[in-house]
């Protein structure tokens, strides 16, 4: 099996993660100095926001170099350096690759501006006026028209996102070909492959057609069908693939819309000659109910082509945290479907820990479409002043959140959900059926989710309790693992379970619900910070 299918990716806001130099911001030194922890928790790669040149008007997703590291994280030396670092304890190294827009500070965009005849003005997209200003009712993403005036040109420029993030033009082969430039520039330095920022928005509508009104005669974004997805999308991703497969055992992950339905999902799999995982977001907006997953996970399976391997996401630096939405009482269940679906889990920084948003106070707000500052707080390491984030004395670039909850603590408690989320990636590793195993859902009462996983003779059930009931409900198999250690005759309120039903020799085991082990088979070896 290839690497990225094995085991998780872990997704590190790099402003967030370690800070190294006491200037408040997490940097790539702080990065490949928690490298151990990783490698301790045992996930299979990492995945990194940008650490690009940028003034960090999006911090980071908008770009002035791409092949530039912003002095802010490090230095090109940097992350040579964790990727040596990275590689020698096995973990492989993703990078994000913004593709649609660049910030308005790189030196396209001055060329671009320049005049309505420089060799770059297309480069960018540039509309004239209409009576009413703007080119067309485009909004963008983060609020407001999608169009802003260049006085020196008399013209519009296009931006899907904030006004200091032009959109590129990808029809153009200049800009294709320059982005595959960056794309070889950072594979040939060794990264292990790429997210890719916004795939969905790459191409716009060639004659810039109004976006449909709803019945009010209002901008409705759900109805948007020019700015975005248009039908060329998908041979840039073919190109794309084809620059990533030029080197062996590299990964394209893609970031789409985020409610797109399964069939269109699935359409960006190409036929195994695009992205080979496109981010299944679902998780983050089906009811967290048992008959709703169970539909949502079932559907998914059904609707990927055969060649297609399956994601799962339940966190990111865009959205409120997994333990904030699903409530604390779920995150260990939370975990465990995370890490017994089939398909490659992506963990968001924190989740392990079953961090939640952290309130920030107007005064402090730092992201500009306001909002998203709560899931990007500092990672807590320690119950040292900045939670070992950043140097004692250092300001932390956002607050730090409850400093009980912290990885030094959670790695000495056995029940903590740091311990969980490493019990988990070890089972997944340890067993073929919940790396590799196909899925079907097992019959169970309501507000319990349960299914199997089954590869060669292999067969595992997974058992989660979504309701703060306890449930008399008999489980049949050996216990792996249960969220909550110890044994129990019922199932537990907000408690998992995986259960060996027969093992790979075909032996069938199906004892009544014995002790489930403590999911710290070696609680003495901890000791990751
Ligand atoms: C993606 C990123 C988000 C960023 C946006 C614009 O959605 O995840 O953080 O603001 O793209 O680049
Ligand atoms: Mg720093």
Redo the contacts with the bound molecule.
Sequence with gaps: MTWWKHGAIYHIYPRSFADSDGDGVGDLPGITARLDYLSWLGVEAIWL?PFYRSPQR??G??ITDHTEVDPLFGTLADVDRLLAEAHRRGLRVIL?F?P??TSIDHRWFAASRASADDPKRDWYIWRDPTDNGPPNNWRA??GGPAWTLDPRTGQYYLH???PE?PDLNWRHPGVRQAMHRVMRFWLDRGVDGFRI??VDYLLKDEHFRDEPLDRHGRYEPALARHQLNQPGTLDLLRELRAVTDAYPGRVLIG?VEYRLPLPRLSGYYGQDDMLHLPINFWLLFTPWQAHDLQTLVTAYDRALPGHAWPNWVLG???ISRMATRLGPGQVRVALMLLFTLRGTPVLYYGDELGMTDVPIPPHQARDP?EG?DPARTPMPWTSAPNAGFSPPGARPWLPLGDPSVNVAAQASDPGSPLRLTRALLALRRGHAALRDGSYEPAPAPDGVLAYRRSHAGEDVLITLNLTDAALDLPIPGTPLLSTHGGTSPVLRPHEGRVTLLSGPAGSVHNEAMGRARSFSPKASACSPV
Excluded: A, C, I, K
């Design positions: 926001s999006d911090f997703y908008d994000d913004v649609n827009h993403v983060t899907s996102f904030l993030q920022d916004m970031e990111s630096h865009d479409w998203r």
